[in-house]
């Protein structure tokens, strides 16, 4: 992954990757992931690497004075989602309220608009998952054995149980 990054991005990269979230916020959005994505979805590990990105670069940004709270955590969660899923699963927020006592949605919808002002409204983070559908293309023109083991690993380390880091 680091390899196919620019100098720039590079270290932005290990920035990110070197911050370590509470346990609480990845059991949430751990939480979150089983509970309201498609547990079919290869994409449903790309929300959770997304959301968890989006709150270290908030914690990157804010150099650690932006409080993960609950509704951060969320709204990190609900944007994630949109950007993987697109139109593809709709999200029930009210049942995300519901589940977490979030007493009004609205609270959410305030909270995906205050992380992306902190983060100026970029959200896009590259996935492993972005990187294997890369290389699994420029396998399409080699050995098939080699776009079958590339498909392999995708598949192997795209369970949203493995860690962040061990992804």
Known sequence: LATLLSQEDQLHYHQINNI???QHVLYILHQLTFTFTPSTSSSSSATLWTAITLLKKLYLLSQQQHPIDLITIVASFTLA???????????DYHLIAHTFNIHDIQLIHDGEVALLDA???DISVPTPDDFFSYFSNLANNTDPKIKTIIDEARLALSSPSLSHQTF
């Open 20 to 22: 370590q979230l509470p």
């Open 81 to 91: 989602h949109k950007y993987q899923h697109s139109q593809t699963h709709i999200l």
């Open 119 to 121: 983060l100026s409204y």
